[in-house]
T-cell receptor, first 117, second 119 residues
Framework: AQKVTQAQTEISVVEKEDVTLDCVYE???????LFWYKQPPSGELVFLIR??????QNEISGRYSWNFQKSTSSFNFTITASQVVDSAVYFC??????????????FGKGTRLHILP | DAGITQSPRHKVTETGTPVTLRCHQT?????MYWYRQDPGHGLRLIHY???????DKGEVSDGYSVSRSKTEDFLLTLESATSSQTSVYFC??????????????????FGAGSRLTVL
């Protein structure tokens, strides 16, 4: 069965430090998608990135970068030069195609990130 | 912004009463989902729908039922609410991925959430 593990429950770093959020997944499929979502203190859930299982290229978007490694079933998220506005709960998610049932999207438990000024 | 609204946004009810949460979308998206969010558990899938009258169970479906009679509405019902169902409920919608992907690569758009308190 599919599973997403975010072992870090809560992380605190001082502003301008780099921080990496870990995500490890389990799936039976060879075709799947991985996601990161952000939930700021206001409560809404915001999509950050999607990566499919055939594309292991790392991705960078400004201060955000993602490292996808199929060999270790990991999809880690790094924030460089963190800012107070990065304080949020971050969720990793996995989409696995279930035959005749289409996609079921499962989330990890989330990592709460505190950026201290 | 995607048109997705949840109602009610806040509800306080008593144990044993029925509760229905409504998710309404104006995007004509095929897929709709109900999640609950609880401290220490993150987001857990309750039920999802991949079309009108096509629904399936998620991780934590016990005590919940859903219905989807129209593309735009996905209802979550607690037949007899219990205190363990106190939670924040999020509805989400998605459409198939683009670019010729065979499998869905559904980016979820979430509603604002419904906070339910069962006393």
């Amino acid at each position: 069965a599919q599973k997403v593990t975010q072992a870090q429950t809560e992380i605190s770093v001082v502003e301008k430090e780099d921080v990496t959020l870990d995500c490890v997944y389990e799936t039976r499929d060879t075709t799947y998608y991985l996601f990161w979502y952000k939930q700021p203190p206001s409560g809404e859930l915001v999509f950050l990135i999607r990566r499919n299982s055939f594309d292991e290229q790392n991705e960078i978007s400004g201060r955000y970068s993602w490292n996808f490694q199929k060999s270790t079933s990991s999809f880690n998220f790094t924030i460089t030069a963190s800012q107070v506005v990065d304080s949020a709960v971050y969720f990793c998610a996995l989409s696995e195609r279930i035959v005749n049932r289409d996609d079921k999207i499962i989330f990890g438990k989330g990592t709460r990130l505190h950026i201290l000024p | 912004d995607a048109g997705i609204t949840q109602s009610p946004r806040h509800k306080v009810t008593e144990t044993g009463t029925p509760v229905t949460l409504r998710c309404h979308q104006t995007e004509n998206h095929r897929y709709m989902y109900w999640y609950r969010q609880d401290p220490g558990h993150g987001l857990r899938l309750i039920h999802y729908s991949y079309g009108v009258k096509d629904t399936d169970k998620g991780e934590v479906s016990d005590g919940y039922s859903v219905s989807r009679s129209k593309t735009e509405d996905f209802l979550l019902t607690l037949e007899s609410a219990t205190s363990s169902q106190t939670s924040v409920y999020f509805c989400a919608i998605s459409e198939l991925g683009t670019g010729g992907e065979v499998y869905g690569a559904n980016v979820l758009t979430f509603g604002a959430g419904s906070r339910l308190t069962v006393l």
